[in-house]
C-alpha cells in the first residue's frame, strides 16, 4: 500500500501566498513523476503541474509564473508554492504520485486525498 498525504491548504486574500506539501510512503521502489491537480466547484480535474525525478517540471498555462513545483526525492516529498493567487486558483487541490513497487515493476499511480484552497476576500 502506498500512503499520500497533503497538508497546505487553507484561506487566503487574493494575492497572497500558500504553500501546499505532499509525502508519500508505504511499498515504494521508484517515483517517476510527482503532480498537482486541482478540481473547482462544478469542473473537471485539471493538471496544475508535475515534475519528474529529474527535477523537469510541467505547469498549466494558468499557474505559470505563479506557481513553483519542488520535490525531495530522498523523502518522497514534494511541495507546490502558490504565488499571487487568485480567486479562480479556489479548488481542492490533490497530489498524484506516479510510482513502482520493484525494479521493472509496473507503473502505478496514487492519490491523495485533497486539501482545499480558497482564495478570497
Known amino acids: 500500500q502506498v500512503q499520500v498525504v497533503e497538508s497546505g491548504g487553507g484561506l487566503v486574500q487574493p494575492g497572497g501566498s500558500l504553500r501546499l506539501s505532499c509525502a508519500a510512503s508505504?511499498?515504494?521502489?521508484?517515483?517517476?513523476?510527482m503532480g498537482w491537480y486541482r478540481q473547482a466547484p462544478g469542473k473537471q480535474r485539471e493538471l496544475v503541474g508535475s515534475?519528474?525525478?529529474?527535477?523537469?517540471?510541467h505547469y498549466v498555462d494558468s499557474v505559470k509564473g505563479r506557481f513553483t513545483i519542488s520535490r525531495d526525492n530522498a523523502k518522497n516529498t514534494v511541495s507546490l508554492q502558490m504565488n499571487s493567487l487568485k480567486p479562480e486558483d479556489t479548488a481542492v487541490y490533490y497530489c498524484?504520485?506516479?510510482?513502482?513497487?520493484?525494479?521493472?515493476?509496473?507503473?502505478?499511480?496514487?492519490w491523495g486525498q485533497g486539501t482545499l484552497v480558497t482564495v478570497s476576500s
Open positions: 515534475i519528474i525525478s529529474g527535477g523537469g517540471a
Open positions: 508505504g511499498s515504494i521502489f521508484s517515483i517517476y513523476v
Open positions: 498524484n504520485v506516479a510510482y513502482s513497487r520493484s525494479s521493472g515493476g509496473p507503473a502505478l499511480d496514487a
